[in-house]
């Protein structure tokens, strides 16, 4: 993780188009903060990104075009509609529960 926040630091500049494969994958949750607001940052010096992601966290970013790929082929979602804000939402919200029923702890 550490070594992908030095490389978003250091190595990616404005201008750019950066093309980023599940970047969340060794990021705790407040390195995906920290990420998303350096992207922020190379996205206000005109920067683009692509990037295939998991994360809610990442999703989130204000403005982003977030393109479901599925057996239907590419469709354009809201945030608020995709499975991972959707399970993660649910989760955060009734984690008992789904524990419970995870786990089968009646």
Known sequence: ???FMSLLAHKFRG???YLLDEPEAALSPNRQLAALSA???LVEDKSQFIIATHSPILLSYPHAKIVLFDGTGLSEVAYEDTEHYAVTHDFLNN???RLD???DQD
Request: net charge positive.
């Open 1 to 3: 993780g550490e070594a």
């Open 15 to 17: 201008k750019g188009l």
């Open 39 to 41: 992207i922020h940052q």
């Open 95 to 97: 984690y008992r529960a």
């Open 101 to 103: 029923r995870l786990l």
